[in-house]
């Protein structure tokens, strides 16, 4: 669900209400009852939902929502993010990742929370991708953006630009290029996918007068998974390498700092892009936008990136059943 | 003329027959009257060119070319890069300065070479932007990129990611705020433009967080500047400040490190970008390409970033003759 003070609740309903995300059935929003039928009664009328108390009782086929309750919830409204806003974003996510963990469901596609939603179940995490890595064990994950035919793993995230160069290292890099290999081919239907791993320097270091990670990070990390067999090039100058991967030449590009990936990712996709877990147990989407408090509960928020990760999420789970 | 070797002078030839920039005249192109003579029989052979050897016996209207021999130069042939090409680069340039710091002309638009032209000369100069600064004396300059209505300029250019934290400043954000600012005023028509100032970190830092360059470095340089008058604001999270400027909420970024720029410019303009230098006492922009040996002399080069570097070029000094 998300927060509900936030956009969540709007984009969900009007997601909900696309003809084809309809017609592929199977999805079930973990939230506040009270507070998804008061959004779709309003902004997605005319779309049935079962409200179920227990994923046992679901039919796996119908849209339904399975209430999970929390004190003061009457009391959240669009745009005013409060205690009992954060702990229904908690909840649901608590519940989501216990049904993903047991295999009641293949996919959790995420809305916009804030770390107060961890804040207020005393856990530390600053989002879903650490929380989820946490609670199913998992210490070789990454996150990865998709936009159409183009992927960004990420090798570093949330860490000042001055720290990067240090926190990289041959074994995170290897560990990304594989995961980026393993995902592209069971979930994305494409063996042996064409990867590209970006440089970290201007011009990747050229030839070390411009920094020398390229030389004993990158280069030797590249070497190590050609030698076991993924289709792996790189480093190369990131200034191409997005607008190479966009033209066709790369199914894959590991990056390696958070602006590296996002910049273009933003700016190929402002909307569309999507934002998935990599290396769980269950598959993970999530609509790339934030909570916007800001402009909640005044219906102008897009439903796009929602319906881009709904979908994303479907084609995830049905890549992952097809026989390589 | 750039690097003979590469595709700069079938680009040349190729820009002359560009019926528009056939039409602006004014045109004197500097460097071997051989070997540009050869590439306008093959690729541009219905353009007249008038060989000259003094800049004083020029008309100002009609294409021209100032003849610069250098030895060898018999032997240059494309695809083949050699002191002798080096050379005869590195002559054009050297001369091309001279005249523009004269005043003989009033922009210079340069090819592609690589750091040996300036090695032939004895120079330690990596490229154009530093020469060019080296003989007009600036101490104050810019490697700026302009595409359609978007112009970034560069607070750090060639330096290991590691080292762009240590190497900001506020003093070099300040000068990059105001040379963009006096630059769109001057030379592109835009008295007080809207600018944005980019942040180093994920997030610009998220409040300190996510590192601290913002608080200590860049808000105090965004803070002197709106003192001083100018219109800017920042720092912007990176992710998103191409994205706006695209969408026209900015008329000119300044970007603190190489790669921050260059995804972006290379994925919305990657034949169209052109390179300018500011903050010099003349014009000077730059086909954005490099001198493409690989490719030369086959007739598949494109003009494209060549065309649009001349017509800035003219537009620049045009717009430095509008009253403000």
Known sequence: MGDPAGIAPEVIARSLADPEIGRAGGILIVGSWALMRA?????????????????????????????????DE????PGKPSRASARVAGEAVRVAAGMAIDGAVD????????????????LPHHGHTEYFAWRSGSTRFAMMFVFGQQRVILATTHLPLAKVSESLSKRRIIDCVALLDETLGAHFGTAR????????????????????????????????????????????????????????????????????????????????AVNVTVGLPFVRTSASHGTAFDIAGRGIASEASMVEAIHLAGKMVIGSQTPQ
């Not at 009457?74 to 409204?77: E, F, L, R």
């Not at 996919?107 to 005393?122: D, I, R």
């Not at 970290?200 to 020398?212: D, I, Q, S, W």
């Open 74 to 77: 009457a009391g959240i409204a």
């Open 193 to 272: 996918p064409r990867l590209g791993v970006a440089g970290l320097n201007p011009h990747a270091g050229e030839g070390g007068l411009l920094g020398v990670e390229e030389q004993e990070i990158v280069l030797p990390a590249v070497v190590e998974c050609r030698e076991a067999g993924i289709q792996v090039s790189g480093p190369h100058p990131a200034d191409t390498l997005f607008w190479r991967m966009a033209a066709g030449e790369f199914d894959g590009v590991v990056a390696l700092y958070h602006d590296q990936a996002l910049i273009p990712v933003k700016l190929l996709g402002p909307e569309h």
């Open 107 to 122: 996919a959790v596609v995420t809305a916009p929370l804030t770390k107060w939603a961890f804040a207020e179940m005393g």
């Open 39 to 71: 959004a779709f009664e309003r902004y997605a009328p005319g779309v049935g939902l079962l409200p179920l108390d227990s994923v046992a009782d679901w039919d796996g086929l119908h849209p339904g929502i399975l209430d999970v309750p929390v004190p």
